[in-house]
């Protein structure tokens, strides 16, 4: 199944695309109907807290119900995030690709840093930032995992039993930040500078997301062309790792690393600009695309 977060007057909503795709099921409404109750399940973030059982019957009830009175169009939909994270845990050089176009070699462990919850926004939504805090912002495509259970210790033959499911991310970057720092959280968590979506694919409709082609494209030209089969640490041990130190709450999120082609490698180099607009693709997800907006002066 596809769950998203779309908006209308009352807020955000849980939903989930119809099988046509060209539908988004109002899943609060659709619950209220059947149960005669306000519904219990208002985010994905509740529905993956629920637990597989709950996922198991949702999906068989919404195969077995005439839906058709809870349907939007999918058109035309403002859609959010599909998932608010607790935290949101990101792999650098984890590409072979990338790390040999930025002349490295292999890390021996996985490259962790952080990005925080406030910087997520959802397809459609700005990429913002004040260029006198940086000129320089970067594009990163990336396949984000979807925690389904409380991880701790969790070992790599485990793990696929602790994935909800794969969404699209755009890891933005200030690259001035990231550099000048001596670390990366600043330079990574700037607010609008993880884009999520645009829905959230469960993870049985995905059986091996160490095969998807990924792409970033920015106006329409093609800056990252990968595969995810070039990741160096793949999921499980990914999944390993992090739960090793520390716990892994359902509805996090882990940004596996970006492929070659961001504008920092590029000759000449190549950042991002107001009026720009940048897609995330990932076969088998889909795509994200945000536009980039300048922020005014900050205020005195
Ligand atoms: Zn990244």
Redesign the pocket.
């Known amino acids: 199944m596809r769950f998203l977060t779309f908006v209308d007057e009352g807020g955000p909503r849980l939903g989930a695309l119809t099988s046509a795709g060209d539908g988004v099921v109002d899943l609060a409404a659709a619950q209220q109907a059947v149960t005669g109750r306000p519904a219990a399940i208002g985010t994905l973030r509740d529905l993956i807290e629920a637990g597989p059982a709950v996922w198991t019957r949702l999906a068989a009830d919404l195969a077995s119900a005439d839906v058709a009175a809870f349907t939007r169009p999918l058109a035309g939909l403002r859609l959010a995030a599909p998932v608010q994270p607790s935290k949101i845990m990101?792999i650098?050089l984890n590409y072979l690709d990338h790390v040999l176009e930025g002349g490295r070699k292999p890390p021996e462990r996985p490259v962790l840093f952080a990005k925080f919850p406030t910087a997520v926004i959802g397809p459609g939504d700005a990429i913002c930032w004040d260029p006198a805090l940086s000129d320089k912002i970067d594009w990163?495509a990336?396949l984000a995992v979807v925690i389904g259970r409380t991880a701790r210790r969790v070992r790599a033959e485990e793990a696929s039993g602790y994935i909800f499911g794969y969404t699209a991310a755009n890891?933005v970057?200030a690259r001035d930040i990231q550099q000048g720092d001596g670390q990366w959280v600043r330079g990574k968590s700037l607010d609008t500078f993880c884009p999520l979506g645009p829905w959230v694919v469960t993870a049985d409709e995905i059986p091996d997301p160490h095969t998807l082609p990924i792409r970033c494209i920015v106006n329409g030209e093609v800056m990252q062309s990968s595969n995810t089969d070039q990741l160096i640490f793949r999921i499980p041990a990914l999944i390993e790792f992090l739960s090793r130190a520390f716990t892994l709450l359902p509805g996090d999120v882990i940004?596996t690393?970006?492929p070659p082609g961001v504008g920092q490698y590029r000759t000449p180099p190549r950042f991002l600009r107001a009026g720009d607009e940048v897609t995330v693709e990932i076969d088998g997800i889909g795509a994200l695309t945000n536009p980039c907006v300048i922020e005014g002066p900050a205020p005195t």
């Open positions: 990101a650098g990163e990336e890891d970057t940004l690393g970006t």
